[in-house]
């Protein structure tokens, strides 16, 4: 079919015609098929180009997956998104269906069909632009405007992390719960170091007490000691003077005059 003959096909069905096909659950078999309808047939008669002429045909390189060691497939696989961040990305890729965000959708459609590079986005492109009137640089416009989006989104969310961790303040914005606990961690680690302080000190005094109570024990000691050599010296003495006045006493001696 020529370029002229899907041009005029596509013209015949009004938009809400086409929408409802493309959005029915045959769909896919409409992808697979659209090869046919949308771009010109191989048997389509082509004027021949000396060889010496002809130049050789430029087009996108189709998308490849990334390696499954690289660094984006390593990240996605520690830490996969949250349904709610997902849900919050789909809310700001919401747009009316006529924007990029709707002709990616009819891409990934097609790309589930079997479609793919080149193939794929022209003729995802034909049937978009033909529902909706798009022209290339309007779409293109239209995605430029939600990667702003997205920029201005991360940037807040940026924001908001760095208020978390304290390391920037923002007006009227509530403590975050990250922030008290860092507050309190804060005052905690305050609190042990001032109880610390006081630790050693109290310790340094135990420490001379103990040195003082060891000191007065000798002390206690030496004095007992002493007082125990002097009662045994004079409890000796004692007994060694009444054993000797009983024995001169009690054989009649007198006393000398």
């Known amino acids: 079919m020529s370029t002229a003959n899907w041009r005029y096909s596509i013209s015949t069905y009004t938009a809400p015609t086409l929408r409802a096909l493309l959005t029915m659950p045959i769909f896919d078999n409409i992808a697979k098929a659209a090869k046919d309808f949308f771009v010109e047939d191989d048997n389509t008669p082509a004027t021949s180009v000396p060889a010496s002429q002809a130049q050789p045909a430029v087009s996108p390189a189709p998308f490849a997956a990334p390696p499954t060691n690289s660094p984006a497939t390593l990240n996605a696989a520690a830490s996969q998104p949250e349904q709610r961040h997902l849900d919050h990305i789909a809310g700001l890729l919401a747009g009316d269906g006529k924007d990029f965000a709707a002709y990616m959708k009819m ?145 009649g001696g007198t006393p000398v005059k």
């Open 107 to 251: 891409v990934k459609s097609m790309a589930a069909a079997g479609m793919a590079g080149p193939l794929l986005y022209q003729t995802a492109f034909n049937a978009f632009a033909a529902i909706n009137g798009t022209t290339v640089p309007g779409l293109l416009a239209s995605a430029v405007k939600f990667e702003n989006v997205l920029e201005s989104d991360r940037n807040k969310v940026l924001e908001r992390h760095r208020e978390k961790l304290g390391e920037i303040k923002i007006a009227n914005a509530a403590p975050s719960a990250l922030l008290q606990l860092t507050t309190q961690e804060q005052q905690l680690v305050l609190e042990i170091a001032e109880l610390t302080k006081q630790l050693q000190v109290k310790q340094q005094l135990l420490t001379q007490t103990q040195q003082q109570l060891t000191e007065e024990r000798q002390k206690t000691q030496s004095a007992l000691a002493s007082y125990q050599a002097a009662n045994a010296s004079a409890v000796a003495e004692l007994q060694t003077h009444r054993k000797a006045a009983e024995t001169f006493l009690a054989s």
